[in-house]
């Protein structure tokens, strides 16, 4: 069985944000349980370097948390006038120059942004409340594995705001438009059962059993040549922006280089 290198040396723990990397698994546990794995700028720059840090070899990313919740979400400081010391606060932000403020929000997206590149495959491994920020974390990646306690919401309107990094558009592609929007502007908990049946989640199961699970559905990624799986996901990914006839041509020249590969004659 996988191993999610839990009893290594961290290649990276800082900002609440601790990195594993056993051969061709690398796992990045939330370490802040004591703050419910509560999110902010420095949590996301520290995430923004885990994905510049994956060396080479790695294939699968699992996501997980320490405690009783994957991640209670923004840090409610942010929305204090004082904010966190050393980071903008939300006042602040709202005060700067169009620019600025795309910027701003632009650097905090890139956290939720490369758990998306074809050449891994990303699984998150959610107990308990995975609220705004959690839930988008969780979106950010390619699979997930939940426990029978989870907990989804998306509550940024109840706080007058939007979901904004960069989980309003795999939302609507697991669940559809019209129940994306009622999650959202409701910001109702989604259940694992919930979950399952709409496809936000690939499994529920018991707690205890979460690790598991996901060390098996890791073991069943690193199966296949890595090379298939790579482009494998890049075919699905780009399916939806393509039209039929274009989705057949990319399955074509896909298939071809794999034939070539296999057949030693890749350029």
């Known amino acids: ?29 939330l370490a802040n349980p004591a703050k419910r794995n509560a ?10 370097e885990v994905g510049r840090l ?6 699968v990313v699992v996501l997980r948390a320490e405690g009783k919740s994957f991640s209670a979400g923004l840090d409610r400081q942010m929305l204090t006038p004082e904010g966190i010391p050393g980071e903008p606060s939300f006042i ?45 974390l969780a979106l950010a990646c390619d ?33 559809g438009y019209a129940r994306a929007l009622e999650i959202c502007a409701t910001g109702r908990f989604v259940h694992a059962e919930e979950a399952v049946s709409t496809g936000l989640a690939n499994a529920a199961v018991p707690g205890e059993q979460l690790d598991d699970t996901v060390c098996d559905l890791v073991d069943a990624l690193l199966a296949a040549p890595r090379d298939a799986v790579v482009e494998t996901k890049a075919l699905l990914r780009g399916a939806r922006d393509r039209t039929f006839d274009e989705q057949r041509a990319a399955e074509r020249a896909a298939q071809a280089r794999r034939l070539r590969d296999l057949a030693g004659l890749a350029d």
């Not at 191993?3 to 723990?13: Q, R």
């Open 1 to 29: 069985m996988a191993s999610l290198g839990l009893d290594l040396e961290p290649v990276l723990d800082k900002d609440g944000v601790r990195l594993t990397v056993d051969d061709a698994v690398a796992t990045v546990t």
């Open 39 to 48: 999110q902010g700028p420095a949590l996301w720059r520290t995430l923004i």
């Open 54 to 59: 994956l060396p080479g070899s790695v294939r």
């Open 92 to 136: 602040g932000l709202a005060r700067s120059e169009d620019a600025e403020l795309d910027a701003t929000i632009a650097a905090y997206q890139e956290a939720f942004t490369w758990w998306r590149r074809n050449d891994l495959v990303s699984v998150a491994a959610v107990q308990g409340h995975a609220i705004g920020a959690g839930f988008q």
């Open 143 to 175: 699979l997930r594995v939940v426990a029978d306690d989870v907990q989804f919401a998306m509550r940024e309107t109840s706080l007058g705001l939007v979901p904004d990094l960069t989980g309003t558009h795999p939302l609507v592609g697991l669940v």
